[in-house]
């Protein structure tokens, strides 16, 4: 077995007084799409933004690609976070240049080649953009990159069905390709949940559980029916 | 339960049970039944991965099970097909369906049931009495 791509050890991370990681410990498998799934507020972006060395907990252990999080370490990651949004007068092909200068193993040729896939016209002016397009132009800008990490926190969130089915099916295509670890968050589970190889059930800022899809789905049902029973508070999974 | 429709492949996917199964038995039920024929070439695992909105690792482990099956072949640079041997599809079939007999027999034993009582009742089945 290979090393984790994510290693957490008995993290604890809290905002002023709110406790919003406790105890919490994870091992990412990596070269996997890995759903990390939870009800709102349960710690999946606060999760990511541990990763990326953007929060800093207040104890425990954190290892990313082997390495502790921070700058020195994120040219490896592809990040999306959530509430994501460009700015500026930028066109889509003005984006991908800016792309190709700034961000490490950013491939423009394959930017483009998504851009057409998800038809994104690379003329677009980004601040004239529906949501959907700029979401999808956002997950262009992280799946055009080579790197062995991949982080989608919410990529669904207030898309049309169209944009969603695009977005779906250019993961699917990205994954049968790459060598790459995936994590995807989600709370719109049942559009996304046939992607995982493995899941990770976050609540109230613990893993509660976790395992391969197929084996969760053989013994619990679907992710979504999991998800569900946790927010109403079900115990004993 | 959602519905997929891929070139002449149909399934029913419920996100409740482990998908790869789903895949293998319904695969192996539409060469069965004959509505994909012999020797057609079947979707890439990029295809039936984003047909169904799955993981393409799910679709290939379900095609190499095909494979042991003798259900299918691959040929080097040029997909996946059904095999283009109806006597490799009949002999399948029927060992399923003797299969699918010796577990009902066993089930319906582990309630008390004979043979000879099964078989009165299927009897009444086929009259329409039940």
Same mark, same amino acid.
């Given at each position: 077995?290979?090393?984790?791509?994510?290693?957490?050890?008995?993290?604890?991370?809290?905002?002023?007084?709110?406790?919003?990681?406790?105890?919490?410990?994870?091992?990412?498998?990596?070269?996997?799409?890995?759903?990390?799934?939870?009800?709102?507020?349960?710690?999946?972006?606060?999760?990511?933004?541990?990763?990326?060395?953007?929060?800093?907990?207040?104890?425990?252990?954190?290892?990313?690609?082997?390495?502790?999080?921070?700058?020195?370490?994120?040219?490896?990651?592809?990040?999306?976070?959530?509430?994501?949004?460009?700015?500026?007068?930028? @066109?889509?092909?003005?984006?991908?240049?800016?792309?190709?200068?700034?961000?490490?193993?950013?491939?423009?040729?394959?930017?483009?080649?998504?851009?057409?896939?998800?038809?994104?016209?690379?003329?677009?002016?980004?601040?004239?953009?529906?949501?959907?397009?700029?979401?999808?132009?956002?997950?262009?800008?992280?799946?055009?990159?080579?790197?062995?990490?991949?982080?989608?926190?919410?990529?669904? @969130?207030?898309?049309? @069905?169209?944009?969603?089915?695009?977005?779906?099916?250019?993961?699917?295509?990205?994954?049968?390709?790459?060598?790459?670890?995936?994590?995807?968050?989600?709370?719109?589970?049942?559009?996304?949940?046939?992607?995982?190889?493995?899941?990770?059930?976050?609540?109230?800022?613990?893993?509660?559980?976790?395992?391969?899809?197929?084996?969760?789905?053989?013994?619990?049902?679907?992710?979504?029916?999991?998800?569900?029973?946790?927010?109403?508070?079900?115990?004993?999974? | =339960?959602?519905?997929?429709?891929?070139?002449?492949?149909?399934?029913?996917?419920?996100?409740?049970?482990?998908?790869?199964?789903?895949?293998?038995?319904? =695969?192996?039920?539409?060469?069965?039944?004959?509505?994909?024929?012999?020797? $057609?070439?079947?979707?890439?695992?990029?295809?039936?991965?984003?047909?169904?909105?799955?993981?393409?690792?799910?679709?290939?482990?379900?095609?190499?099970?095909? $494979?042991?099956?003798?259900?299918?072949?691959?040929?080097?640079?040029?997909?996946?097909?059904?095999?283009?041997?109806?006597?490799?599809?009949?002999?399948?079939?029927?060992?399923?369906?003797?299969?699918?007999?010796?577990?009902?027999?066993?089930? =319906?034993?582990?309630?008390?049931?004979?043979?000879?009582?099964?078989?009165?009742?299927?009897?009444?089945?086929?009259?329409?009495?039940?």
């Amino acid at each position: 077995m290979k090393d984790p791509v994510v290693q957490f050890r008995d993290v604890n991370l809290s905002y002023g007084s709110r406790m919003v990681l406790q105890d919490f410990n994870i091992e990412i498998p990596s070269q996997q799409v890995v759903g990390i799934l939870g009800p709102n507020g349960s710690g999946k972006s606060s999760f990511f933004r541990l990763i990326m060395g953007l929060n800093q907990p207040d104890d425990g252990e954190i290892a990313v690609l082997g390495h502790s999080p921070g700058w020195r370490n994120n040219h490896q990651i592809a990040y999306l976070p959530d509430r994501a949004r460009w700015y500026g007068n930028h @066109t889509v092909e003005g984006a991908i240049q800016w792309g190709g200068d700034l961000l490490p193993g950013f491939d423009s040729m394959k930017a483009k080649e998504l851009a057409e896939w998800m038809e994104i016209d690379s003329s677009m002016r980004i601040d004239e953009m529906s949501k959907g397009q700029e979401a999808r132009l956002m997950l262009i800008m992280c799946l055009a990159r080579k790197v062995p990490l991949i982080i989608l926190d919410e990529p669904f @969130t207030g898309i049309d @069905t169209h944009s969603r089915e695009r977005i779906m099916d250019a993961l699917i295509d990205y994954v049968t390709e790459g060598e790459q670890t995936i994590l995807i968050s989600t709370h719109e589970i049942y559009e996304a949940e046939g992607l995982f190889d493995s899941v990770f059930l976050i609540n109230e800022g613990q893993v509660a559980l976790s395992g391969e899809a197929e084996l969760l789905r053989a013994e619990h049902g679907s992710m979504m029916q999991l998800v569900k029973k946790m927010s109403h508070g079900g115990r004993g999974l | =339960m959602k519905e997929h429709e891929i070139g002449t492949l149909r399934f029913g996917l419920d996100l409740s049970l482990p998908l790869y199964e789903q895949i293998v038995n319904q =695969m192996r039920g539409s060469i069965a039944r004959g509505e994909i024929a012999l020797g $057609e070439k079947v979707p890439s695992v990029r295809e039936l991965a984003q047909g169904l909105k799955i993981n393409p690792n799910t679709v290939m482990s379900a095609y190499k099970e095909l $494979e042991r099956d003798g259900l299918t072949e691959t040929r080097r640079g040029q997909g996946t097909f059904i095999t283009h041997s109806q006597e490799t599809v009949d002999q399948f079939r029927s060992e399923w369906a003797e299969k699918a007999i010796d577990d009902f027999i066993e089930k =319906m034993d582990n309630l008390g049931y004979s043979l000879e009582d099964i078989s009165s009742i299927i009897q009444r089945k086929k009259e329409g009495r039940v």
